[in-house]
C-alpha cells in the first residue's frame, strides 16, 4: 500500500461525525487525537474515566497544570462549565448510558461488532481498563485505527483472536484505507480511498466486504 491516511487525518475523518453537544469519551493514546479536529461550529463535550467532564486543548508547552490531566495522564485545560467528580461517579456516566460516542483505538474488529483493543503480550497494558465499561456503556461505539498490522496483516477479521473488550460492540470502523460500518454482522463498504480499488481494498480485509450501491470518496485534509 503506497498510500493511506496518517493518523491526524484518519483522527479528522472520525471528528466530523460527531454531532454538535455530544457527550464523548476518547481512548487513551491514537483517539485523543479527535478532539484537535472538531468541525466549526460544533463543540462535543469530552468526557475522561478519571473525573473530568467538558475539558479542553491541551495547554502549551510550560503551562501545564499536572492537577489537571486526563486518563492518559497527559495535561488538559478546562472550558467553562467543565466539572470534576469522583472516578466512580465517572463510571456511573459510562454504565448508565450517559455517553453518546465512545472512540477507541484496536488492534483487532470482527464483522459481527467484536473489539479486541487490550493484551497482556510483551508490550501489551496491564489491563483493560475503562474500555470494557465503555464499549457496552456508550450509545455509539466507533474504532479507529490503521487497517493492517505493521507487517501486514489485516485488523478487519472475521473472528478476534485476541482477547475481546467487548462484543458485538463496535458501529463504525475508521481505518487508514476506508470507513465501514457495521450492519448484521458484515462489514459494509462506506468510503475508500479514491486512489485504491474495492478489489485491493478487499486483499487486505480479514472478511467480506459488503459493496452498497453507492461508495463515497475518504478524502482528509492535510492535518497534524
Not at 460527531?18 to 472538531?38: C, H, R, S, T
Not at 458501529?171 to 462489514?187: G, P, W
Amino acid at each position: 500500500m503506497s498510500q493511506k491516511l496518517s493518523n491526524a487525518q484518519i483522527a479528522w475523518r472520525a471528528a466530523q461525525d460527531i454531532a454538535d453537544g455530544a457527550y464523548v469519551n476518547l481512548g487513551i493514546g491514537f483517539p485523543e487525537m479527535v478532539a484537535k479536529f472538531q468541525p466549526p461550529g460544533r463543540q462535543a463535550i469530552f468526557h475522561t474515566e478519571n473525573g473530568v467532564l467538558n475539558f479542553g486543548e491541551a495547554p502549551p508547552e510550560g503551562e501545564e497544570d499536572w492537577d489537571l490531566i486526563n486518563a492518559g495522564k497527559k495535561a488538559i485545560t478546562l472550558k467553562p462549565g467543565a466539572a470534576f467528580f469522583h472516578h466512580a461517579d465517572s463510571f456511573g456516566m459510562v454504565r448508565g448510558g450517559h455517553l453518546d460516542v465512545a472512540i477507541l483505538g484496536t488492534y483487532e474488529v470482527a464483522e459481527n461488532g467484536d473489539l479486541a483493543n487490550w493484551s497482556t503480550g510483551p508490550k501489551g497494558v496491564p489491563a483493560v481498563g475503562g474500555a470494557m465499561d465503555l464499549v457496552h456503556g456508550a450509545k455509539r461505539v466507533a474504532v479507529i485505527t490503521d487497517h493492517v498490522t505493521k507487517d501486514g496483516k489485516p485488523k478487519l477479521v472475521k473472528r478476534c483472536s485476541l482477547p475481546l473488550t467487548g462484543v458485538g460492540c463496535v458501529t463504525r470502523i475508521y481505518s487508514s484505507l476506508a470507513v465501514i460500518d457495521i450492519e448484521n454482522s458484515r462489514f459494509v463498504l462506506r468510503e475508500k480511498l479514491p486512489s485504491m480499488s474495492v478489489e485491493e481494498l478487499q486483499a487486505v480485509t480479514g472478511a467480506e466486504l459488503v459493496l452498497p450501491d453507492v461508495i463515497g470518496d475518504l478524502v482528509a485534509p492535510e492535518v497534524s
